[in-house]
């Protein structure tokens, strides 16, 4: 059984920095593309950030050169460090993990607030 668990979400000033963690068990197949998604209250989930196997990186316009992804092949694990928080990066961070057999998971979550 896949098991996604994510770590690092909480209340920080504006400015401030977090860094979340995404680590992926239980499956005999090799992770393809990894990512981090979020939903704000009222909205809808959003790509915040992807990484392929080979390191290939994509971002939403509103966190580039503020959000770093990277994954830690060896681990099953995904980062995205966050740098200059604004209070509108506040919401729910989920990561999400797809295998090259096609298998798709999300993780429990993680809260993000950001105060002004």
């Known amino acids: 059984q896949v098991q996604l668990v994510e770590s690092g979400g909480g209340l920080v000033q504006a400015g401030g920095s977090l860094r979340l963690s995404c680590a992926a068990s239980?499956?005999?197949?090799?992770?393809?593309?990894m990512g981090w998604y979020r939903q704000a209250p009222g909205k809808q989930r959003e790509l915040v950030a992807a990484?392929?196997?080979?390191?290939?990186?994509n971002y939403a316009d509103s966190v580039k050169g503020r959000f770093t992804i990277s994954r830690d092949n060896g681990q099953n694990t995904v980062y995205l460090q966050m740098n200059s928080l604004k209070p509108e990066d506040t919401a729910v961070y989920y990561c999400?993990?797809?295998?090259?057999?096609?298998?798709?998971?999300w993780g429990q979550g993680t809260q993000v607030t950001v105060s002004s």
């Open positions: 990484i392929t196997s080979a390191g290939s990186t």
């Open positions: 239980g499956s005999r197949f090799s992770i393809n593309a």
């Open positions: 999400n993990v797809r295998f090259y057999n096609g298998g798709f998971y």
